[in-house]
């Protein structure tokens, strides 16, 4: 129901963007997307999150380096992510807050993508 993807291995200082696509369906308004991250040994972490009327909020570690979006016609959100670090290595989740009449408020996570900054 939410697919992720643009993970991979990438040098410190460099950039990837990940896509988070919902395949709710139609009868379904998202309300929010965010993204978490969880490395190896740490506790899942709120990255970023976009609401539907576009509210943005952002970790401290990742403000100025990593910028959310959405695309409303796609049900796709995306995170850019610049000026990497070691320390950004994690597994990265997309997770969905979405309401359809028929099953209320709904919570949807993706299945994760791996992001390693390495040199």
């Known amino acids: 129901q939410v697919a992720e993807s643009g993970g991979g291995l990438v040098q410190p200082g460099g950039s990837l963007r990940l896509s988070c696509e919902s395949f709710?369906?139609?009868?379904?308004?998202?309300?929010?997307f965010k993204w978490y991250r969880q490395a190896p040994g740490k506790q899942r972490e709120l990255v970023s999150s976009?609401?539907?009327?576009?509210?943005?909020s952002y970790a401290d570690s990742v403000k100025g380096r990593f910028t959310i979006s959405r695309d409303y016609v796609r049900n796709t959100a995306y995170l850019q992510m610049s000026s990497l670090k070691p320390d950004d290595t994690a597994v990265y989740y997309c997770?969905?807050?979405?309401?359809?009449?028929?099953?209320?408020?709904?919570?949807?996570w993706g299945q994760g993508t791996l992001v390693t900054v390495s040199s």
């Open positions: 997770n969905v807050h979405a309401y359809s009449p028929w099953d209320g408020d709904v919570e949807v």
């Open positions: 709710l369906g139609s009868t379904f308004s998202i309300n929010a």
């Open positions: 976009i609401n539907s009327g576009d509210s943005i």
